[in-house]
């Protein structure tokens, strides 16, 4: 899977793909549960609503600056 072909799906079909990376780091932002993953070779963001238990944003990426905000 690459990046490109990723950030080209239905957002619950990144979702299914992103549950089955690897898991680096969470934070919490504006009110949201933010969660890392690894996926092949690129990383991807998830953005989670806890009191509405449902995904806010996916974001997709490959740039390293992306992970300061998780302390990587």
Known sequence: MTLF??????????AALVWQGECLAAREEGGHHALLYRVGDFYAEILYDLRKSEIVHIKGFN????????GL
């Open 5 to 14: 072909h990723f950030l080209g799906l239905e957002v619950d079909q990144q």
């Open 63 to 70: 740039a390293r600056s992306h992970l300061i905000p998780y």
